[in-house]
């Protein structure tokens, strides 16, 4: 009795700890924008999604196939008789070799998708193309505990980016003091913002909107703080925006 007695108490102090720390927090920062990566927003992100959906569709066919073979050898060659002797085999080459190559080929042409599409994420459209001739280049920042963005013309813009739809973005990640990672699962791969090296990836979006993110490796007390708004707007609205920003002072 006594022992529920403090088991009760216990959980009351541990509830009003709980109140007590979430009132000292304040409210919680709220990130702008659905960040769903399955719900698309841009080549980079389609493409994540659809090797996303190939290897899901892959495994399980995998799965059936290897849970359905075993029920079924479970069910059909199930012992019916005490004294019953199964048929004795020694292997089979031709099921052997299948069930080596098999899986060897799905693996490797899961390999090979994996590496051109990570590939794309990280460079973009082909160098040739007309959309990598109109690429814009931005600096992204990572530092206790926001973002600061430096685009061409020396200007420079905090916590929001302000982007044109329809052009690949390739940005160029570091950190000035610990390791962040930069993430707006709406435009594109993760980008790891490290102290002393320049990381690099792309995003683009396909339609105007504003579109959430967040760093995602843990830097320290602020990093919930540590938001991401991306804004996609037309080129003239971005051009416009350009020139109102202040100078960059990095
Ligand atoms: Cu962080």
Redesign the pocket.
């Known amino acids: 009795m006594k022992l529920g007695r403090a088991i009760a108490v216990g959980k009351v102090a541990v509830a009003l700890g709980a109140a007590a720390l979430a009132l000292a927090a304040g409210p919680l920062p709220v990130i702008a924008g659905n960040t769903n990566f399955l719900t698309g927003g841009g080549p980079p992100t389609d493409s994540i999604d659809m090797l996303f959906y190939v290897f899901l569709a892959c495994s399980s066919a995998v799965l059936l196939g290897v849970g359905g073979a075993i029920l079924y050898a479970a069910v059909r060659f199930r012992r019916r008789d005490p004294d019953e002797m199964p048929r004795q085999v020694h292997g089979n080459n031709r099921l052997e070799l299948a069930w080596t190559l098999g899986p060897l080929a799905l693996l490797a042409a899961l390999f090979v998708l994996n590496v051109v599409t990570v590939g794309y994420l990280r460079n973009g459209p082909s160098a040739a193309s007309p959309a990598a001739r109109q690429e814009i280049h931005i600096k992204v920042i990572?530092r206790?505990?926001y973002w600061t963005f430096d685009y061409p013309g020396g200007k420079s813009s905090l916590r929001t980016l302000e982007i044109p739809v329809n052009i690949p973005i390739e940005l160029t990640t570091s950190s000035l003091d610990?390791i962040?990672?930069f993430w707006v699962p709406n435009l594109g791969a993760k980008i790891d913002a490290l102290p002393g090296i320049v990381n690099h990836a792309f995003i683009e979006a396909n339609r105007e909107g504003t579109f959430g993110g967040?760093?995602?490796?843990?830097?320290?007390v602020?990093?919930?703080q540590?938001l991401i708004t991306v804004k996609v707007v037309s080129m003239s609205q971005y051009q416009s925006y350009l020139q109102h920003l202040p100078k960059s002072s990095t």
Not at 214 to 220: K, M, T
């Open positions: 990572g206790q505990f610990v962040h990672g967040q760093c995602y490796e843990f830097c320290g602020g990093h919930d540590m």
